[in-house]
């Protein structure tokens, strides 16, 4: 090995994020306009707050300032008594007034954390900041395989101008993606349980990642890295990135590209680059900018800002982890199903009001297995069925109270509930799926003895599959409306009669 490849390897991997967060409001940070954009017509989302006319005045969102609350109390951040906007000053096509009203020095919270498991290990992320800005508009890159390198031309979309963001600052402290993955998606599930996020929207939660490989010789004997060794490294900025997979892969493929970089001797320069998922790349953008380079300054057309008595009158609900914790406690889940049950908010309340009418082994498996299962089936989730939760309590009772087997209800029933939005009632009526009452079972008990001597031979014989195989015949006389169970019971019944 080389000296500059042992080098290489001599490098921590430092990462901190910024992450955007689109927040869930019926209008925009500054105006009225409406920020359901879905299925909405380029540029028809505007108005000239938002355009930034000349003349035109912003009026701040209570509803974002209070989702930035609601964070700040969910990662136990500080509230300042005053906070204020700035405007950060740059020229790019998507920025309409070329600046950007957002927090410099006075963010609306501080000094947070969020505590992520990796391979079982917990340990706390620290939050720098999180403070509330305007999103820019948005840039489609068209012709020349579409990317931003490739491009012939750029389309651009005010529609998203305006819709107000809130940018989620960590501390330096991931040291490998996986790491970063791991974060992302526990921020996603808190921001979720707070409700003011919603992971569906396009564009809803976009990364920037910082990327800095530090000697190990600049390590504290505890693994830390303090300031002035981060100071003293050149910083590499990968943005575009818009997924917890995607961040994994970018600052992977970006570390390697580094750590390259040492092994030949080259030096890694301060850029800011662009993530190209469809290649699988980092491009290089341009030079990284500084802090100057943005020229701050307060924005004098909105006041300062005192909502510190707010943080008491807010009230946020049970976060993830606690009600998993609870989960486990009350219903007796192992680790694994109260994680798949504490998903989302709306897995958790719809798996409580099942576990409500039956029995929390009995609701844990017909919501976290069969019903999850079939909506991941269908690219669905529960919010697409959560009106209708007395049809699904309906299922569980029809088979509970032996009116249909379970086979039935999986794989007939609940299937034609969701593919053809039927009620199980009606399902079963007109599949005739009624469990077989007992003289049908004793006759097809009778015949499939009669008709499988070598099975019958083998059961005596001590082979463990031959019953198997005879209530397998039952099951197909019956046209599976029969219960396994008694069928099993039975045939055993009748051979030891025998």
Request: charge should be negative.
């Amino acid at each position: 090995m080389t000296a500059q490849a042992a080098a290489a390897r001599e490098h921590a991997v430092v990462i901190g994020l910024e992450v955007h967060v689109q927040l869930e409001t019926r209008s925009k940070i500054f105006c009225g306009c409406s920020t359901d954009l879905a299925d909405a017509e380029p540029n028809t989302h505007t108005c000239p707050t938002c355009l930034g006319l000349p003349g035109a005045l912003p009026a701040l969102n209570e509803a974002a300032v209070a989702a930035a609350i609601k964070l700040a109390k969910a990662i136990d951040a500080d509230v300042p008594e005053e906070t204020r906007f700035h405007r950060k000053n740059y020229y790019y096509p998507d920025l309409p007034k070329n600046f950007q009203i957002t927090q410099y020095d006075a963010p609306l919270c501080r000094d947070g954390a969020l505590e992520v498991t990796v391979a079982d290990e917990t340990r706390e992320i620290g939050i720098e900041r999180a403070h509330l800005e305007e999103d820019p508009g948005s840039l489609q890159h068209a012709g020349g395989g579409g990317g931003i390198d490739t491009a012939e031309y750029t389309l651009v979309d005010y529609n998203r101008a305006g819709v107000p963001l809130m940018e989620v600052v960590t501390e330096p402290d991931f040291r490998e993606p996986g790491e970063v993955r791991a974060f992302l998606a526990t921020l996603e599930e808190v921001l979720e349980y707070l409700g003011i996020f919603d992971g569906g929207r396009d564009g809803s939660l976009r990364v920037d990642a910082n990327v800095s490989l530090i000697p190990e010789s600049e390590r504290s004997a505890g693994g830390e890295v303090g300031p002035d060794a981060l100071a003293a490294a050149n910083r590499t900025e990968v943005k575009n990135i818009s997924s917890h997979k995607g961040a994994e892969k970018a600052l992977a493929y970006e570390v390697t590209r580094q750590r390259n970089a040492v092994e030949r001797g080259r030096t890694i320069a301060q850029e800011t680059r662009h993530w190209d998922e469809s290649r699988g790349v980092t491009v290089s953008m341009r030079s990284k900018e500084a802090e100057k380079d943005y020229r701050y300054f307060g924005e004098a057309d909105l006041p300062v800002l005192r909502v510190a008595n707010w943080v008491e009158e807010i009230e946020i609900p049970e976060l993830p982890d606690a009600r998993r914790e609870r989960f486990r406690a009350k219903y007796g889940l192992s680790e694994a199903t109260a994680r798949k049950l504490t998903a989302t908010r709306a897995v958790a309340d719809f798996y409580e009001r099942v576990a409500d009418r039956f029995d929390p082994d009995l609701a844990a498996t017909w919501v976290a297995d069969t019903l999850l299962g079939e909506l991941n089936y269908r690219d669905l989730t529960i919010a697409d069925v959560e009106g209708r939760l007395d049809e699904f309590v309906g299922l569980i009772e029809l088979v509970a109270e032996g009116e249909i087997t379970e086979k039935n209800a999986e794989e007939v029933v609940l299937r034609a509930m969701l593919d053809e939005g039927d009620r199980p009632d009606v399902v079963v009526e007109r599949e005739g799926l009624g469990t077989a009452g007992g003289e049908e079972i004793e006759r097809a008990v009778a015949a499939a003895i009669d008709e499988n001597p070598e099975a019958v031979a083998d059961f005596y014989a001590g082979e463990d599959g031959a019953l198997n195989f005879l209530v397998g015949q039952v099951m197909g006389a019956t046209g599976g409306s029969a219960d396994p169970g008694a069928v099993n019971e039975r045939l055993r019944a009748a051979l030891d009669d025998g």
